[in-house]
């Protein structure tokens, strides 16, 4: 299939910082879509816009999960693109601050307001009458608010309110105790009963909630509800075990932690943003496989390492020449640890951790209690539990510890 000017990109260097999504989006509005593949074996990473042959207007080439490369097509516009061109540059990649809102949960009740100076970040009770989780455990819905950059058309700036909203309650689960987690992306449906033990009525159901909290964006933080969330110094604050029954408390730096994740370099950006992914998918999966979250633990770990360095070494069992990372794997897990919790990382129980993760990974072992044989405190369970714990506990301040380190520019 012939395009014409497929050497030619159209994206400028100086539109590096913007967001494929929201990229994506505009050509969505002003082209049109769906988009068409080529159809061609191997060409996979090229989308035609709005669709192929004579009607492609331009040609989306993709690296990884971002969009690398634009190029004319067959029915390219200059007039069209010229005036794509001035949005992206005045509107999408500039463009007035205000407030985004949605709905988070926490496993610790949230009984009033806390507020970053610096950050612009809010988080608030829910307004009265507003659906409520009977136990201490959560999840606990609460308003989150947050500086969000707007845009022309609706569904840019909208995306960007859900994008910021989730990556930002991923931020809080491990800058806060407990867990903090925002509705699933997909609708995921199951039976339930709202009373076991008597009468039970069960339904097939679908997972979600709602509740009237206002505008999803306004031009102003909203005004605090009832008291200010109490803030305890950082080494008290995670040293705190269980739930008290106090509602949510934050540590003195959470402000300055928001600002320091901000400060990323778009590199240390993208890798924090798939470590905490990671940690959220090991709470996710506590209930329904703790095989696959340690795995995910580990995951979240292997997020902020590099690579060691590769080199070619012979094998007298194989005859031949094999790649080898130097350091390795596990070695690179073990000197995160060490690197970023420093008196509490033990080269045995970091080889065991990583250890236990391959055996999962590998599809040669699973956690005791997955095979339903986790009887009280037998030593396979009992060991494993302890790894699980002290890996997720680890997992958690050596991210702290990353961001403190890796954050860039000046700090609150």
Same mark, same amino acid.
């Given at each position: ?103 988070? =949960? ?165 890798? =924090? ?140």
């Amino acid at each position: 299939m012939s395009q014409s000017g497929l050497g030619r990109n159209l994206l400028k260097p100086e539109w590096s910082g913007l967001d494929s999504n929201d990229l994506r989006l505009l050509l969505d509005a002003q082209i049109g879509g769906p988009g068409q593949y080529s159809g061609q074996p191997g060409d996979n990473d090229r989308l035609f816009l709005p669709r192929a042959d004579e009607n492609c207007r331009v040609v989306l080439r993709f690296e990884g999960n971002r969009i690398s490369v634009i190029q004319p097509g067959s029915g390219f516009d200059q007039a069209q693109w010229a005036q794509i061109s001035d949005e992206i540059d005045t509107q999408l990649l500039v463009g007035p601050i205000e407030v985004g809102r949605d709905i988070s =949960f926490s496993s610790f009740r949230v009984t009033g307001w806390w507020r970053g100076r610096a950050s612009g970040v809010q988080i608030r009770r829910m307004p009265k009458r507003s659906p409520a989780c009977p136990v201490e455990g959560g999840p606990h819905p609460f308003v989150l608010e947050f500086p969000l950059q707007l845009a022309p058309e609706f569904q840019i700036w909208n995306g960007r309110r859900l994008r910021e909203h989730r990556k930002l309650s991923l931020l809080l689960n491990v800058l806060l105790r407990g867990h903090i987690s925002t509705q699933g992306i997909q609708h995921e449906h199951f039976w339930a009963s709202d009373n076991w033990r008597k009468n039970p009525i069960v339904k097939f159901v679908q997972r979600g909630y709602f509740a009237k909290i206002g505008r999803i964006k306004q031009p102003r933080l909203s005004k605090p509800l009832g008291g200010p969330l109490e803030e305890i110094e950082p080494a008290e604050y995670y040293s705190l075990q269980g739930n008290n029954g106090k509602g949510m408390r934050v540590p003195a730096d959470l402000d300055e932690s928001i600002v320091r994740y901000r400060s990323l370099s778009p590199r240390d950006r993208e890798r =924090f943003d798939r470590a905490l992914y990671w940690m959220d998918v090991a709470s996710s999966q506590w209930t329904i496989s703790m095989s696959a979250s340690f795995a995910s633990l580990v995951s979240a770990v292997e997020s902020l390492t590099d690579r060691g360095a590769i080199h070619s070494v012979y094998c007298e069992q194989c005859r031949d020449q094999r790649e080898h990372d130097a350091p390795g794997p596990t070695a690179l897990f073990r000197n995160f640890f060490e690197t970023y919790a420093p008196g509490q990382s033990l080269k045995k129980r970091r080889n065991d951790m990583y250890g236990l993760r391959s055996d999962i990974l590998h599809g040669s072992h699973l956690i005791a209690f997955d095979e339903g044989r986790a009887y009280g405190w037998d030593p396979p369970w009992n060991e494993q539990r302890e790894l699980h714990a002290e890996l997720w506990r680890l997992s958690q301040v050596a991210l702290r510890s990353w961001l403190r380190q890796a954050s860039v520019g000046p700090q609150p």
